[in-house]
């Protein structure tokens, strides 16, 4: 018996999609600033990252007053029960069929796995590039904040270390976006912001 | 009816009548009055401007009027009225050929340096000082506090007619001469009254008469300097377009009491400061770029990053995309080991190559040519160390004749492009030191007379005042010269990625971390390896899942 339950308010799928934009775009152009690559030209890879990087920060400013307001902060809240059900049934159950362990609600829509994911996501990544990227765009502010400390070939390895680090999140996460009661159901709700679940 | 309609045309058709004759009027006595008012004016401007500007029209000075002998005659003429002038001109770099370095402590200046072009001023006087500012220096008794032996008018012609010859220790040739030697082309005497009467400001043809044709040709030692900037075309230098702003060389070099400023003795590798107000204290140095475009001189609002580069990147650096950009090529290599090879009847070689210039001259060697040299690039805090006469060599290898301070972690030093001059001269191995050695004169020591390297050693040596062991070899040297002149327009600037590449322009700078360069090839490969796994993983996985649930 499959029913319907909205999980994804409006400002968070327009959230989800603006950003996962932003990330894809930043990617690109930040492994070109990087010398992975040669596609926009680096003088317009610099520029557009750094236009993006400002752009999601605007975003995030509205992302964190919405979850803060909303109490959505919650949803993030990591848990360890069921989480080897979880990892069970991607390594086995998901192949036969099996029930979904977790039972999406509206007060808890993130799988326990999930919640661990998004948590990293949000206390190790998002910092560690947030924080290098910063110290990379004021690299000549530097001496000005009395900062003679830092090198920048730290800041911008660590900076590269967060990007692998979102690169293969990113490859994970649109991998488990098929992984739903259906393999469009996640997918379906983060458009219409409506989940099947059994 | 009918006639009160016609006196409402005839009033409409006169005041439309009054309106367009006023209109006409307007334009009439407007342009009217402007040309009587401009005609007188702009002749006059354009005479003034015939006289370089001067107040004063010096063919009208009795004190000029007068046939002249010789040079230091004209300059006794000069000192009447300009009764300080050679005491100001004595206190110069273009005069004493002298300059301490006060960091290094290293006595420099023409008299003292050697390079590897024709090495050295010491003993060859007489044909090295065609680019003196004074007359009469032929050796090292030359009386250095003569004024009437300071030349005024070599900076000061306005005619192109004055030219000092080498050979002649400083004087322009006086009775008409064969020039170029054994050319069977002659130069009349100079014109000496002529040339004083039509005196007036420096120009780019007087300073560039020795800076353009330094180390013995045009465009043979900067790189950036060459006879093209004597009417150049925007695209090869920005500031001297002559169509354009025609700045001269003294626009960017002022000069107060002949003192020039800007020195490649101790030059300003940075300058971190705002544009430089008329009038305000202090002593920077008024020939730098930073002089007029400030520290931050591409507009906040544009470019930031670019403003945030002039904190480590010579704004030549980006601005000066390469150098010998004009129409002649500069001289890369000049080896002396080759040298004094005769034809089978003993006569002097002079070989060309397909550019019409020396490539090799049985007097000097083999050369190299070069047309847009992209330059190399060095930290640059200002700070030259020389070679100099009697200095133990450190690396036989190479002889640095001069080295470039300055690091990454230096505040005062940039990133600066350098024309690299690389050549092969005598060096005495019993001393570990350069060799000094004669080469023109009316002797039989001079290379350029006899080719014997033993006998031009002994006498340079002497001369230099440095113990010589007898024993020569030709060492390999290198001689680093800043490029900073023949500024490109901005759109033929450096792009980014000329740098931020690997690769680029800028891999010799290696203490310094550059984005886009291949900084981190342990953690590329490892990041994009764990990325591929992850890639394949979920492939795997995905695979069995679509497997599983067909056969499902």
Redesign the interface.
């Known amino acids: 018996m499959t029913e319907r339950i909205y999980v994804f308010k409006r400002f968070e799928r327009f959230w989800h999609w603006s950003q996962a934009a932003l990330i894809m775009f930043m990617m690109l152009t930040g492994f070109e600033v990087h010398g992975a690559y040669k596609f926009l030209g680096y003088e317009s890879a610099v520029g557009l990252h750094t236009t993006a990087a400002w752009t999601l920060v605007s975003l995030w400013v509205f992302a964190v007053f919405w979850h803060l307001t909303t109490g959505e902060w919650k949803q993030y809240i990591p848990t360890m029960e069921k989480v080897d059900a979880m990892l069970k049934f991607y390594l086995t159950g998901i192949f036969t069929n099996a029930p979904h362990p977790f039972k999406q609600t509206t007060l808890s829509k993130h799988n326990p796995l999930q919640r661990l994911a998004y948590l990293f996501v949000l206390v190790i990544i998002n910092p560690l590039i947030w924080i290098t990227g910063w110290f990379y765009l004021f690299y000549s502010s530097w001496q000005d904040w009395g900062v003679t400390w830092l090198s920048l070939e730290w800041v911008a390895f660590f900076h590269v270390v967060a990007a692998f680090m979102i690169l293969i999140f990113f490859i994970a996460h649109i991998y488990l976006a098929t992984a739903g009661h259906t393999p469009t159901s996640h997918i379906k709700a983060m458009i219409t912001g409506w989940e099947e679940t059994d | 009816m009918h006639t009160i309609r016609s006196i409402l045309i005839a009033v409409m058709g006169l005041a439309f009548g009054l309106l367009l004759n006023t209109q006409v009027w307007a334009n009439a006595t407007v342009p009217a009055a402007t040309v009587k008012a401009e005609l007188p004016a702009q002749s006059a401007a354009e005479e003034i401007k015939a006289k370089g500007n001067s107040t004063a029209d010096h063919s009208k000075f009795k004190a000029l009027q007068v046939d002249f002998k010789t040079g230091p005659e004209v300059t006794a003429a000069c000192l009447e009225c300009h009764t300080e002038a050679a005491k100001q001109v004595h206190k110069t770099k273009h005069w004493t050929w002298e300059y301490l370095n006060p960091v290094t402590k290293q006595k420099l200046g023409k008299k003292n340096v050697i390079n590897n072009f024709c090495t050295s001023v010491t003993s060859n006087q007489t044909f090295c000082s065609a680019c003196h500012v004074g007359y009469g220096w032929s050796d090292d008794k030359f009386d250095f506090t003569s004024e009437e032996n300071v030349d005024c008018v070599v900076c000061h012609d306005t005619t192109g007619t004055y030219k000092k010859l080498p050979g002649l220790s400083g004087h322009p040739n006086y009775k008409a001469m064969e020039w170029p030697p054994h050319s069977g082309k002659f130069r009349p005497a100079t014109d000496l009254k002529k040339v004083a009467q039509n005196v007036g400001k420096t120009s780019r043809k007087t300073c560039g008469g020795c800076h353009f044709y330094g180390g013995g040709g045009n465009a043979v030692k900067h790189g950036d300097l060459d006879s093209s900037l004597d009417n150049p075309k925007r695209y090869l230098d920005v500031h001297m377009d002559a169509n354009g702003l025609n700045f001269t060389c003294g626009k960017c070099h002022l000069s107060d009491s002949h003192e020039v400023t800007g020195s490649r003795y101790a030059p300003t590798a940075s300058d971190a400061n705002d544009a430089l107000i008329r009038g305000e204290k202090g002593d920077r140095n008024p020939s730098t770029c930073q002089a007029c475009h400030s520290d931050r001189p591409h507009g906040d609002k544009v470019s930031a990053?670019l403003n945030?580069h002039t904190?480590k990147v010579a704004c030549q650096t980006c601005h000066i995309p390469a150098f010998a950009r004009g129409d002649y090529a500069t001289k890369m290599t000049w080896d002396w080991s080759t040298a004094g090879k005769l034809d089978e009847n003993g006569h002097r070689l002079q070989i060309k190559g397909s550019e019409g210039r020396d490539v090799y001259d049985s007097k000097k060697g083999n050369f190299t040519y070069e047309h847009y040299v992209i330059p190399e690039y060095v930290w640059f805090n200002g700070t030259v160390k020389y070679t100099l006469f009697g200095d133990k060599v450190a690396d036989k290898d190479v002889v640095k004749i001069n080295s470039f301070q300055g690091n990454a972690s230096d505040p005062d030093a940039r990133i600066w492009p350098v024309k690299v001059f690389r050549g092969k001269q005598p060096y005495d191995v019993g001393n570990n030191t350069l060799g000094v050695f004669h080469t023109a004169g009316e002797d039989d020591s001079a290379f350029w007379g006899n080719y014997n390297w033993d006998k031009a050693m002994e006498w340079g040596m002497k001369a230099a005042g440095i113990e010589y062991s007898g024993k020569m070899e030709f060492v390999n040297t290198e001689m680093s010269w800043p490029i900073t002149h023949m500024v490109a327009p901005k759109e033929d600037a450096l792009?980014?990625?000329q740098c931020?590449?690997?690769g680029g322009r800028l891999q010799a700078i290696q203490d310094?971390?550059m984005?886009?360069?291949?900084?981190?090839p342990i953690?590329?490969k490892?990041?994009?390896a764990?990325?591929l796994l992850?890639?394949i993983g979920?492939l795997i996985?995905?695979g069995?899942?679509i497997i599983?649930?067909k056969r499902?």
């Open positions: 990053k945030e904190d792009a980014c990625h931020h590449k690997e310094i971390y984005p886009g360069r291949n900084n981190t953690l590329d490892l990041g994009f764990i990325a992850a890639l979920v996985h995905g069995i899942r599983m649930s499902g």
